[in-house]
Every structure is written in C-alpha cells, then in structure tokens.
C-alpha cells in the first residue's frame, strides 16, 4: 500500500486553495470576431504554384480580406485588446481553459466596467459598418483577380461582439442528495483544482516580474555606440502597475514571493526615470539591485514543491 503524505508547501497551496476558493468567482470571457483573412481557392493555388514550377502540395497561401491597418478596424481591435486585458487584469488564473478567477467584492466593477467597454465596442463597429464598403472598394482593386464579392457581407455590424459570465467551478448541489459519495468525490477534485489554481497563480505572477524587471534591468546596463540605452517611462509605470494589482489579488500563499516583490517595489520606489536617464551610477546601482531580485525568482520558481511518498506494507 502507498501512502501519500502532502509536504508542507503543498499543504499550505491546499489551505490556500479553500481561500481562493471563497473568495473568488468563476468568469469567462466570450468574443465572436470575424475572419480577416481566407485561403485562396485550390485553382487559385495551382496557379500560384505554376508561376513557381512548385508542388501544390506544399503550397499554403492565403489573402487578406480588407485593408486591417485602416482606423476604423484599428479602433475596434483596440478595443478587443481593452476587454481582454480588462478581463486578464482583473482576475487570477484558473486551470480550465478560458476560465479565470474574480474576486467577489470586484463582481460589480468588473461588470460595469465591461459595459462601457461594450458600449465603445458598438460604436466602433457602427463606424467600421459604415466604412466597410470603401474597404471591399479597395480590396477589388487590390486583390484583382483573387477578389470574390462571396467573402464580403452587406454589413458587419453583427460580426463582432462580446459578452462574459460567470460559470459555476463547483459540484451542483442536487448531486448530494442524488449521490452523497459522487458529490464529496467531486468537491475534492474542485478543492485539489482550487489548490493548483493557487500555484499557477504564484507561477504567474513570478514570471511576470521577472519579465518586467528583466527588461529593466536590461535597459538599464551597458549602453549602445557609447551612450545609454533608451528606457520608456512605461518600463517604471508597468512595475508600479504590477504592484498594486499583486497586493489586491494574491491570497499571501508564498512568503518568499511576497518579499522579493517587496524587494522590488522597494527598489523602485520614489524613482523618477529623468534621474535613471541623467544620473549612470543610479541607473548601474538599480540594473544590479533588480538582477538579484530576477536571480531570486528563477530559483524560486525552478524549486517546485515535490510529493513525499512513503510506501507501507501491503
């Protein structure tokens, strides 16, 4: 017989785990969003591959539908970036493809905030639809021969939309009185879920900061044809970023995590990027100062917690 005993880095995800589990929601985020791109038919393809005396076969060719860069499309894909890095910011990782975690108390922000993001997404589309017959006029001209008036509809105010909610992660209720013993077995599964979800959000948001403190660092060593290497603000703000939306979402399940965060925080502090601009033997102190913090968290993150197995008589 085996038997299987938790570490105690395991134990306290599992803790954790219960936590998360209560304070947060399940919530999806939905996009319907057209093609803007179609391949090309297979006669197309057989002339294609002539002009190259090539196999159809290893042949993959495809057009673009209309003019992507125009600003009317550029308007509505930037604001698909909005809701998706609305919905990514807000919430934690969760280990169901497509499904994060909310916290409860940020439910209602969270809903109107994606309301008003679904307000711009209609007037944006509203320009788009009226614009798209200039885009099909210019894609006749541009495509030639590979343009089908097929590919195009009459309007795309219906193409683009989207919605989210919030799906239930735990066992249904009836299953209790259906049956008790499937119910407990399916509440240990989401509780082992939850407890995974723990880790996988420490994973994340250690890579994050290593990320960003790594292209800091970077940016901030050595120089290029004898002079500094350029820096944006964003480099500054993104870390501050990164700080305020770690305090309000870790659950404080890994006490290293939380100090070398801290430790970068601390670094950064108070830093006006003019002076990291101006000032070589700061930029040289920081760039050193956050490659510590980076080393920190590759060792951090490559010691993964391990199952202890003690096998008993059978």
């Known amino acids: 017989m085996s038997i299987m005993l938790e570490d105690p880095v395991t134990q306290n995800h599992s803790s954790h785990g219960t936590r998360l589990q209560a304070e947060t929601t399940a919530v999806r985020l939905h996009i319907r969003w057209p093609g803007t791109r179609k391949s090309l038919s297979r006669d197309q393809k057989q002339q294609a591959a002539g002009a190259f005396d090539a196999d159809i076969r290893t042949l993959s060719a495809a057009k673009r539908l209309f003019d992507t860069s125009h600003p009317s499309f550029r308007a509505v894909s930037a604001i698909k970036t909005k809701a998706g890095s609305l919905w990514k910011g807000m919430t934690l990782p969760y280990i169901e493809p497509g499904v994060r975690l909310l916290r409860r108390g940020d439910v209602s922000e969270f809903d109107d905030r994606m309301i008003v993001i679904q307000g711009d997404l209609g007037e944006a589309v509203g320009e788009l639809d009226r614009c798209f017959a200039e885009l099909v006029d210019q894609a006749r001209t541009q495509l030639g021969h590979l343009f089908d008036p097929a590919d195009y509809p009459t309007s795309v105010s219906d193409l683009f939309a989207f919605s989210w909610d919030f799906p239930s992660v735990t066992p249904p209720a009836y299953l209790r009185t259906v049956n008790p013993e499937l119910y407990e077995q399916e509440c240990q599964r989401v509780q082992a879920k939850f407890a995974e979800a723990v880790e996988l959000a420490e994973q994340t948001f250690a890579e994050?900061?290593?990320?960003?403190?790594?292209?800091?660092?970077?940016?901030?060593?050595?120089?290029?044809?004898?002079?500094?290497?350029?820096?944006r603000d964003s480099a500054i703000s993104n870390l501050n970023e990164f700080f305020e939306r770690f305090q309000h979402l870790s659950i404080g399940s890994n006490d290293d995590l939380d100090q070398l965060v801290e430790n970068a925080r601390q670094i950064i502090s108070g830093v006006d990027p003019q002076d990291l601009r101006d000032r070589s033997s700061m930029?040289?102190?920081?760039?050193?100062?956050?490659?510590?913090?980076?080393?920190?968290?590759?060792?951090?993150?490559?010691?993964?917690?391990?199952?202890n197995i003690i096998r008993g008589p059978r």
């Open 208 to 231: 994050e900061l290593s990320q960003l403190i790594g292209h800091l660092a970077e940016r901030l060593s050595g120089s290029v044809d004898g002079k500094p290497k350029v820096f």
């Open 283 to 307: 930029r040289d102190r920081m760039a050193r100062s956050l490659t510590e913090v980076e080393t920190s968290l590759d060792e951090l993150m490559t010691d993964r917690p391990r199952r």
